[in-house]
């Protein structure tokens, strides 16, 4: 299965829009885990594996594989690691974390 791009049609979006795209992408088992796990520096796919609790070595391999197209993520001596997109996004990221935590808390 082909990485969602803009332009071409996604969930939520027949033509593609980027934000639909991007939260496609995201919104894939374990995307944003990985992200979150690479966003303090390289990891080795075993550091990675150990860090994502029950990750399949199979889904881990793909979400990478879909990362590292998106130019999310990219290997390196060190291991894999965030892009300069990936690290941008990561940055964008942060406040929905903290609007997570706000909202986890009213609806409990």
């Known amino acids: 299965m082909a990485i969602p791009k803009p332009g071409k049609p996604v969930r939520g979006s027949t033509t593609g829009a980027p934000l639909m795209a991007v939260f496609d992408l995201l919104g894939r088992r374990w995307a944003m885990g990985v992200v979150w796990q690479l966003s303090d520096g390289p990891r080795s796919f075993s550091e990675l594996q150990s860090r994502c609790d029950s990750i399949s070595p199979t889904i881990l391999s793909t979400r990478i594989k879909d990362l590292a ?40």
Do not use: N
Request: glycine share 4%.
């Open 69 to 108: 197209e998106a130019k999310i993520l990219e290997r390196t001596l060190d291991g894999y690691q965030l892009t300069k997109t990936g690290e941008e996004l990561f940055v964008i990221l942060e406040p929905f974390r903290d609007w997570a935590l706000r909202w986890a808390k009213a609806v409990r």
